[in-house]
């Protein structure tokens, strides 16, 4: 039985390394990227250790995009949402999108922003699960806005899905503005949602 235990830890290690890689490449060059070779290459591993432990390229993607949006939940998501007022929430939820990005928690900022531009246009699977998590990620902060409006930490009749799509497409711009290097595009994209917030509170 521990042979088994210990058998399923050093697996369980192996793939986390290599989705840590995978999705430090990914973060940069997109899905289209990720082989097993160069994932391999990457992690210091095998490439058949590689192919063992997921199967097939496009589990191997599909894994990736889980590990990116666990690693933003871990970093961003979860500490926001333990805040004990929903205005608190949802202002940790935007100031930490850019912070996460900011601080290049991965080389390549949000990872499902710039899936959502990699497969704008090519429907499957993997397109699929990037709209979830993207949709997921807007709904979060329809919710929590909701939730402020409820009690009185915004305005009354403000329109809630709006103010997530505002605020979603800020991050866009900000996401491709730190993908070239254009800090003032960033901060702009961050200015713009300070003040968007500001605004809905009636400050």
């Known amino acids: 039985m521990k042979t088994n235990d210990k058998r399923k830890e050093r697996g369980d290690r192996a793939r986390a390394n290599i989705l840590h890689h995978a999705t430090q ?16 290459a990457d992690a210091g591993v095998a490439k058949g250790n590689v192919q063992v432990l997921f199967g097939d390229r496009e589990a191997l993607q599909l894994a ?39 601080q290049r928690t991965l080389p390549g900022g949000c990872l499902v922003h710039a899936l959502s531009s990699e ?5 499957g699977e993997i397109r699929d699960r990037v709209e979830h ?17 409820g009690a009185g930490d915004l305005q009354a009749g403000i329109d809630v ?19 070239m290097g254009d800090e003032a ?15 809905a509170r009636g400050l």
Request: glycine letters at 6%; hydrophobic letters at 50%.
């Open 161 to 179: 899905e709006l103010l997530a799509f505002e605020l979603t497409s800020y991050q866009a711009s900000a996401n491709v503005a730190a993908l």
């Open 25 to 40: 490449i990914a973060s940069v060059e997109g899905l289209e990227g990720l082989t097993f070779g160069r994932v391999a």
């Open 133 to 149: 998590h993207r949709a997921e990620a807007r709904q979060r902060i329809v919710d929590v806005a909701s939730e402020a409006v």
């Open 119 to 123: 497969y704008r246009t090519r429907p």
């Open 185 to 199: 595009q960033f901060e702009l994209a961050r200015r713009a949602s300070r003040q968007r917030l500001a605004a």
């Open 64 to 102: 990736t995009i889980e590990n990116g949006v666990a690693l933003y939940f871990e970093t961003v998501v979860g500490p926001a949402m333990a805040r004990p007022a929903a205005i608190e929430r949802l202002i940790a939820l935007v100031e930490g999108w850019y912070t996460f990005v900011e």
